[in-house]
């Protein structure tokens, strides 16, 4: 049940990018998990990789935020949020019993490392909700949406770039 309130409590949690952006009734990380899950699972079909390992990843990918809130990267340099996380979804992980623990880790340590087709997509997802995320807020501050675009579309692999091409 600790990982079902982990996601339970990222419907608290708003997006800090959105709300630095002057974004009134931003998504929650929650909308964002699953708004990026749909994506890589249509993705991964699409390209005939493992759904169900990429939804899994999807998931998981923001969990720790439920423990340390969502970090911008100006927020905190990238290896400082990447410790902070670890330490975090190690902590969410560990009250698992010990064979989703075990499939988790592999799961999350996979994402982490960035090396895999899945993992890759899982990470162009995530931006490419942001994304989309970012069109239906054009009322917003345009300069803060521009750096957040433009951060989420340099972060995207260029095996999708056709993807984000009219966005």
């Given at each position: 049940m600790d990982l079902v309130n982990a996601a339970l409590d990222l419907k608290e949690i708003?997006?800090?990018g959105?709300?630095?952006?002057?974004v009134e009734e931003g998504e929650t990380v929650a909308d964002h998990s699953y708004g990026a899950s749909v994506?890589?699972?249509a993705l991964s079909d699409m390209e005939g990789l493992d759904t169900e390992r990429v939804v899994k990843m999807s998931l998981l990918h923001d969990i720790a935020e439920s423990i340390v809130g969502d970090i911008t990267p100006d927020q905190m340099p990238r290896n400082e949020k990447k410790k902070h996380t670890q330490k975090a979804m190690d902590d969410i992980l560990e009250r698992l019993?010990?064979?989703l623990h075990n499939q988790y880790k592999d799961i999350w340590s996979e994402y982490v490392e960035a090396k895999t087709p899945e993992s890759i997509l899982?990470?162009?997802?995530d931006k490419i909700d942001m994304l989309m995320e970012s069109k239906r807020y054009k009322d917003a501050?345009?300069?803060?949406?521009n750096d957040i675009r433009q951060y989420a579309k340099n972060e995207i692999s260029s095996k999708r770039v056709d993807i984000i091409s009219d966005m």
């Open positions: 708003y997006r800090s959105w709300i630095k952006a002057g994506i890589a699972m019993p010990k064979k899982v990470h162009d997802a501050n345009p300069d803060v949406l």
